[in-house]
């Protein structure tokens, strides 16, 4: 009979993503991740797998944390343009924190492993498809709701909002203020919804 497991699943996987948010998944070794999530070898082989396994598991986590809030902003069904605006204002706020200025893990994975490992990359590919669908929806509602310029489809609008949202992460990585990203995204957010 197999023995149950002996840690706090999920504080496990905060402690490997923490790992795999700083160091990239290449840097980030197998030692590394079982001395952050405080277990050993058979405990992570039973509980996910392997690497690869534990990290597509981090990857859900991260999504349904970190991004669940953005999701739940553009679901604004009373002032989706608002909704957008909020989901901008809280990526600039966060992005002071420590933890946010390392970029966003599903973009930093799309960058690192698309020459790599294929099927990871497409993991967190995918689930930026899921953010750039929520856009996209926010944008059509607005658009019904007469808040936002309908001279651009709610699908190119949705897009160039999630280009730019991608955009910010990689900016704040490299280091830029976060009142030059604003002014960056001024211009676009002024465009899509004139006040």
Same mark, same amino acid.
């Given at each position: ?30 030692? $590394? ?25 981090? %990857? ?34 966060? $992005? ?19 020459? %790599? ?18 856009? %996209? ?23 160039? $909002? ?25 211009? $676009? ?7």
């Amino acid at each position: 009979m197999a023995r149950p497991l002996q840690f706090d699943r999920q504080q496990a996987l905060n402690a490997a993503m923490q790992v795999f948010w700083l160091q990239g998944y290449s840097a980030s070794s197998m030692q $590394l991740l079982l001395d952050a999530m405080h277990i050993n070898r058979g405990s992570l082989y039973a509980a996910f797998g392997d690497k690869a396994g534990l990290f597509k598991e981090v %990857i859900d986590h991260y999504q349904r944390d970190m991004q669940g809030i953005v999701f739940e902003i553009l679901a604004n069904k009373d002032n989706p343009a608002q909704g957008i605006r909020d989901v901008f204002e809280i990526t600039l706020f966060m $992005l002071n924190h420590d933890e946010m200025a390392m970029g966003c893990l599903l973009v930093n994975t799309v960058n690192e492993l698309s020459a %790599i490992d294929a099927d990871l990359r497409d993991y967190a590919s995918e689930k930026l498809s899921l953010v750039e669908g929520a856009f %996209i929806k926010a944008c059509e509602r607005a658009q019904t709701q007469k808040q936002m310029n309908t001279t651009i489809s709610a699908d190119e609008a949705g897009k160039m $909002l999630m280009t730019c949202m991608i955009g910010l992460r990689v900016q704040s990585r490299r280091g830029v203020a976060e009142s030059h990203l604003r002014q960056s995204i001024a211009p $676009l957010l002024d465009l899509l919804m004139p006040a």
